[in-house]
């Protein structure tokens, strides 16, 4: 009994630490570019487009042809800062 409420106590600290980083920044993460195909063959490439960082937020940049369902992601390898929370 005494060892499950240690293990629940380190899993809460944990989770809270977590919760606490999280909410200090937003929005960042790694960028990518995004290849969309016309079928799931995946061979024939009808548009692309490429993630923007704006403002610490990862945003969809204009598309080049069209978009399907059928894509691939590339990293670019930038990476979005993100913003800090003003909480």
């Known amino acids: 009994?005494?060892?499950?409420?240690?293990?629940?106590?380190v899993a809460l600290t944990a989770l809270a630490g977590a919760a606490a980083t999280?909410?200090?920044a937003y929005g960042g993460g790694p960028m990518y570019f995004h290849i969309f195909y016309e079928d799931a063959s995946m061979t024939v490439q009808v548009?692309?487009?490429r993630d923007v960082?704006?403002?610490?937020v990862i945003t969809a940049g204009p598309v080049n042809g069209r978009v399907s369902?059928?894509?691939?992601?590339i990293p670019t390898g930038?990476?979005?800062q993100g913003y800090a929370s003003s909480n």
């Open 1 to 9: 009994m005494m060892r499950s409420i240690k293990v629940l106590a």
């Open 22 to 24: 999280a909410a200090l």
């Open 47 to 49: 548009g692309a487009r």
């Open 53 to 56: 960082c704006m403002n610490g």
């Open 69 to 73: 369902n059928y894509s691939e992601q």
């Open 78 to 80: 930038q990476y979005c």
